[in-house]
Each structure stands twice: as C-alpha cells, then as structure tokens.
C-alpha cells in the first residue's frame, strides 16, 4: 500500500496555529492516508539546521537543556493549543533514522555510489565551521571573521553525467504533465554533492571516520520518510512537498530513492492562501460554520493544492469554498464501495481529478467518519 509522508518541515520559529501553511504537506499526508486505509503516519521534522543552532545558543533555557531535548520542546509547542498527532512524531536525528542512515550510507560507499574524499573547502577562521567549496560568511557564528583554506575528509555523492536527477517515475501523478521547469532547476546541481556538514546538531558519520560531521540534512530528510516507511511494513512511500522544496532537495535524495526495495516518490502540491484576510472574510459572508471551516482549511484545501500544484490564488477560494458546501449537502449517508474503491485507487495512483469530481468528493466527505453534519442552514431556514 502507498504511504504518505510529509516532507519533513524546519523546525523554524513558528508554530501551527500561527502559521499553517507549514502544515500544508503534513495535511495533504493525512487526507491521502485516510481516504486510501492507510494507518496515520508520523509527522516528520528537520532539525539539522544552522538556524537551529544558533536559535538554541541564544535561548535562555540553553544551560538547562540539551540540543535535542530543546529541539523537542519546541516541537511540542507547534501543536498548542490542539492535541499531538496521533502517530507521533518523528525527526531527522531519530535513533531509527540514525540507523538506516549509517546502514544505507555504509552499502552506496561499498557500490561507489558515495565515496570519502578529500576535499579543498572553507572554514570559519572563529568558529571552525566549514562553510563550503566557496569563500563567503559563516553563517554558524557571525563573527565576520573570515574563512581560510583547508582540505577535508568528506562523505560525497559524484553523480554521473548520464544520471538524471529527477524522471517522471519518481512523482506520484498520473495523467498529468511532467513539471519540465522542475526537473531543468533539479539537474542544474553541483555534479559533486558534499553529503556531510557541521552542525550542532544531526546524525553523526563518526562510524564513517568524518569525526564531527553530521550527514547533510536534504539526504537526512529522504531516509526519515524511508525510515517511517520501513517501520510500517510499506515500500511505496510518497513524499509530499512543493516545487520549490523539490528542486533544492532532489538531487541530494536521488542516490536513496530506489533503496531496499522501496520506490520513494514526490507528490507536488502547491501553497494555500491561508494568511490571507479573504479566507477570514469568505467565512463570514457565507456564515460558514467553524466545522465546514476546518473541513475546508485542513482537508479540502490541501486536497486541491494537490491538484493545483502551482498554488491556489486567493481569486480561486471563494469558488472551492461554494463547490465544497454544495458537495457537502449532497453527501450521502453511507459511501458506496465501488466509489470508494473508485477514491482509492486514483489516491495510491496520484490521479488527481476527483478533488473537483462532485460525485466522488461526495463520497469522499461521507467516508470521513468523524466530520458529522459540517454545515447548517442560515438562522431561519431549515435543511
């Protein structure tokens, strides 16, 4: 069975209730997973980040906790005031992701596919962070003191000339066009991939001799979602995210995608208007209720930025928030097999056309055995 996964979030200065568009993949995981049978599925976050680091070094409660315990706690606050999710959370520095990293990493370096070299990179004059191939500023202590030269033992990832970094089997959407302008930004990476950073934080390749360095963050999110998949028995994991996160992460995923068995694929979905005063303006006007709102801000709008890969504009929202009341009405009491069995294959094969297909919506909402009656008449009126 398909799996889907978000593509885990930064764990950046924000939290859900604020900020829900980082959410939007998280959201999309769930629908999907819940309309196909799947069981629910972790919720996934990067925290091997510099922004990270540094957020921590300033925090006052520093002395008192460590990186990860910190990193744990403000996790936990995304979620407040709701409840936590009900499979749970899983990080990119989790002990199980920790394993298959080293495990996956120790069998590519035995095929050629990564290897240890020497490398001439920078690093900070203050702080000893090694910046990369190029001389700019060190982001981990912004000291402005200047890098120097030196040669480093690095894990790297030489992509051959031949090796594409993305092809139409690695998205989860059939009958849809292959995002050319993607895949064009994808294959302009660095024909070197240096796989191993400094950080405070991350999965240490000290069993690989890089003593001090944590494995890059962008392979490090591909293994969580292979790590969430392995746990629960799947090889089919579909990671869900945007073009733009696509196209910076695609090529550090590529040499793990097809591993083990497991064919992990993107699912594109575009940005949701969820900060814009129309939305809040729209539920008036309408005199929607706060259930229809929710089911429409955390099913429906992440189902139909599946579709619309390119983001929906804040023009489209009074139209689906219509067609998603109508549908509602019109919902039947008990779906019927044939259309859910309908609703499940297109899910687990990324056909994307149901999410505006009334008939099928219909049913789609009646398979949601917790949403109940999500709208009412206007005071007055009766159903």
Not at 40 to 45: F, K
Not at 89 to 97: G, H, K, M, R, S
Not at 186 to 209: E, V
Not at 375 to 381: F, L
Request: contains cysteine; positive net charge.
């Amino acid at each position: 069975m398909t799996l889907f996964l978000n593509g885990p979030v930064q764990n950046g200065a924000f939290t859900l209730a604020n900020r829900p568009g980082k959410a939007a993949g998280i959201r999309l995981a769930e629908a999907l997973n819940q309309l196909t049978g799947a069981q629910p599925a972790p919720h996934l976050w990067n925290t091997v980040t510099l922004d990270g680091d540094l957020r921590h070094r300033t925090a006052a409660a520093t002395t008192l906790l460590s990186r990860g315990q910190w990193e744990r706690r403000q996790l936990a606050a995304k979620y407040a005031p709701g409840p936590a999710p009900v499979a749970g959370l899983l990080t990119d520095t989790a002990p199980q992701v920790a394993a298959l990293a080293l495990r996956v990493c120790e069998e590519l370096l035995a095929t050629g596919t990564l290897a240890l070299a020497h490398v001439k990179v920078r690093l900070c004059r203050a702080c000893d962070h090694m910046t990369g191939e190029v001389d700019h500023a060190c982001r981990a202590c912004t000291t402005g003191a200047g890098t120097r030269p030196a040669l480093r033992q690095l894990l790297v990832h030489d992509r051959p000339d031949s090796w594409p970094v993305l092809e139409r089997a690695d998205f989860h959407a059939t009958r849809a066009s292959l995002p050319a302008h993607l895949v064009n930004i994808a294959q302009n990476a660095p024909q070197r991939l240096l796989l191993s950073r400094t950080r405070a934080c991350g999965i240490s390749l000290g069993p690989l001799g890089l003593d001090g360095m944590v494995l890059d963050p962008r392979l490090g999110l591909h293994l969580a979602v292979l790590a969430a998949a392995a746990q629960r028995g799947e090889d089919r994991p579909v990671m869900t995210l945007t073009e733009n996160a696509a196209a910076n992460v695609a090529a550090y995923g590529a040499p793990v995608r097809r591993w083990g068995g497991m064919q992990l694929r993107y699912a594109l979905h575009g940005r949701i208007p969820y900060d814009e005063p129309v939305l809040r303006r729209l539920f008036e006007a309408h005199r929607v209720t706060p259930r229809l709102q929710r089911l429409f801000t955390e099913w429906y709008l992440p189902l139909c930025a599946w579709r619309e890969r390119a983001g929906i504009t804040p023009a489209r929202l009074p139209a689906l928030i219509k067609f998603l009341r109508r549908v509602d009405l019109a919902r039947p009491a008990i779906p019927a097999d044939e259309v859910l069995a309908e609703l499940q294959h297109s899910a687990e094969a990324g056909d994307r056309r149901w999410v505006m297909d009334a008939r099928v919506l219909a049913h789609a909402l009646a398979h949601r055995t917790d949403v109940g009656s999500a709208t009412e008449p206007p005071e007055g009126e009766t159903g």
